[in-house]
């Protein structure tokens, strides 16, 4: 039947605290971390780690308290985030392509009580942007910020070079008031839809053992030198891209925003050997017409997630860069439910998600009766197992719809064959994957119904060579509009949402195909679009 149960166990009940402890312990000169040529040893992140987690406690921050990171893959990003970890305080990431809307919900939902940001990036001004909206967020005590001080800002700089004596207030308070690894340490949000955000909760206990689980299915090595080329606000990044070089006391290289000739030169200078993405990344790499002026032979595994890529193009990734390559099925929700091993076969890598992670997880496939069918037969994914979200933050409802008797109700279709491996043939609703990052239609459908000229609009997906899937508009004018373009969305959504959600076609219909109950089939305007691009 297909059920099946990974075998091996994870160490529980370990929080961030303890992993970095390690770290420093028996790597202490070792580079953790490094971005655009700033970097930071274990020793020298352990000391800014402490330094802002006793500003934090000074401040009256405590354990279970909301504290939000707005910031780019920077060095800072990762003290941030273990010193909200190191007191038990919850760290809620926010994208930094995020804008008001998106925002402005996260912190409002979450209650924060500190925003830990860049003052400004790519042009754009966090700074003024939360001034603007500080009004609607009375939880928000305190905005701290990369550079120097701004209007009621705290600079970030001043507190991590502060000379206090962080040992006797951090540890003093951890003595008091120890972490609890079975608490919620981060909400990752995967919408920002207003008036229906979705706060994924996971406790560090979660957190860490999927990250252990990655580097036991991996083969990762005492050299390894990890490569984030996703967010670190990303699930990925919270769940993986950060953690993993700290349990196996290794180096992370961070990339700002993905350029592949820039990841070339990074890979060559570091000698990287754990790239981490989606594999559009590797391919633009690969197509790129310097790739043979840079040395990519310290490569051993490439880490995708994500959309899957053609056999064709995952041949040239292994055979050009040198490597294996590792695949993996997840989401928000439950990190990484499949992955590829290493000595899984190109066919195996292109036609399925893997097999259960280490460690115990489960998946079963079942029917529209939650029976479970039998091998090679397709049903709904379910998972269940330690690194499965607690729930969805102050969301009991929509928490007891997606978890029954503690298995988490996916929402894909998928199948698993003889040897356990779980192909996925269609994706929870209908999310779109474009370039890594996870769009939810509804979320952009909801900001385009108040665009004056839009009577009704859906949005859908459809294949990309690079970008693994785009989105179009179908829109529906209103009466006497005759034309929508591109470039008024694009202006009407600027600032509102991030702009990889922003449509890259319109399509203007009379009306659209329906359900017997009125409901939009956005499966016939796909089918209607991958006809009319393969005429």
């Known amino acids: 039947m297909s059920y099946m149960q990974s075998e091996g166990f994870i160490p529980a009940g370990t929080s961030a605290d303890k992993y970095l402890d390690q770290a420093v312990k028996s790597a202490a000169d070792k580079i953790a971390v490094i971005c655009d040529d700033n970097y930071l040893t274990y020793n020298q992140l352990y000391d800014l780690v402490n330094k802002l987690a006793a500003s934090l406690l000074r401040f009256g921050i405590r354990r279970g308290d909301k504290i939000s990171i707005l910031m780019p893959n920077w060095v800072e990003h990762v003290v ?14 926010l994208h930094i392509n995020f804008r008001e809307i998106e925002i402005l919900t996260a912190l409002q939902h979450s209650e924060a009580k500190v925003i830990i940001m860049a003052p400004e990036y790519g042009g754009f001004s966090f700074v ?43 540890d003093g308070y951890l003595q008091n008031n120890p972490v609890d690894p079975d608490e919620i340490g981060a909400i990752v949000y995967t919408s920002g839809t207003t008036g229906t955000p979705k706060g994924v909760m996971h406790s560090q206990n979660n957190l860490y053992r999927l990250a252990y689980s990655s580097n036991y299915m991996r083969g990762v090595q005492k050299d390894e030198v990890f490569f984030g080329m996703l967010p670190l606000s990303s699930a990925f990044g919270v769940q993986y891209i950060e953690l993993c070089p700290i349990i196996s006391k290794t180096t992370l290289l961070l990339m700002e925003n993905f350029d592949p000739e820039i990841a070339l030169k990074q890979i060559d200078k570091y000698k990287v050997t754990s790239p981490i993405g989606v594999p559009t990344m590797l391919i633009r790499m690969l197509k790129h017409p310097n790739f043979k002026n840079y040395d990519v032979s310290s490569v ?12 064709d193009m995952m041949r040239d990734i292994k055979e050009k860069f040198g490597c294996t390559i590792t695949m993996t099925y997840g989401a928000s929700e439950f990190g990484h439910a499949t992955m590829t091993k290493l000595t899984d076969s190109l066919e195996t890598i292109c036609n399925t ?14 029917d529209e009766n939650g029976d479970i069918v039998p091998r090679n037969t397709i049903g709904e994914i379910y ?9 969805y933050y102050k969301d009991p409802e929509r928490t007891k719809n997606l978890i029954d008797n503690d298995w988490y109700h996916v929402n894909d279709l998928g199948m698993m064959n003889n040897e356990g491996y779980i192909t996925v043939v269609g994706r929870s609703k209908d999310m779109i994957v474009r370039g890594g990052n996870n769009i939810y239609p509804d979320e952009i459908e909801s900001l385009l119904y108040r665009h004056p000229k839009i009577a009704e609009v859906s949005i859908v997906g459809y294949p990309d060579n690079d970008l693994g899937e785009r989105t179009c508009a179908y829109i529906v004018p209103k009466q006497g509009v005759q034309e929508i373009t591109r470039n008024e969305l694009t202006a009407f959504l600027i600032n509102k949402i991030a702009k990889y959600k922003f449509p890259d076609m319109v399509k203007i219909v009379s009306s659209f195909p329906l359900t017997a109950t009125g409901k939009i089939q956005k499966h016939m305007l796909s089918k209607l679009l991958l006809e009319e691009q393969s005429k």
């Open 80 to 93: 941030a985030s273990q010193a909200i970890l190191k007191i038990g305080a919850v760290k809620v990431s």
């Open 353 to 366: 998600s893997g097999v259960p992670i280490y460690g115990g997880r489960e998946v079963k496939i079942v």
């Open 300 to 311: 051993r595994n490439v880490y995708l997630g994500g959309a899957a890529a053609p056999e």
């Open 128 to 170: 003024d942007l939360i001034n603007n909206i500080r009004s609607k967020l009375p939880k928000l005590e305190y905005v701290i910020v990369k550079g120097p001080a701004e209007l009621e800002a705290i600079s970030l700089g001043q507190l991590l070079s502060n000379d206090i004596d962080t040992k006797e207030i951090v």
């Open 383 to 391: 998972v269940r197992g330690y690194g499965t979200t607690q729930g």
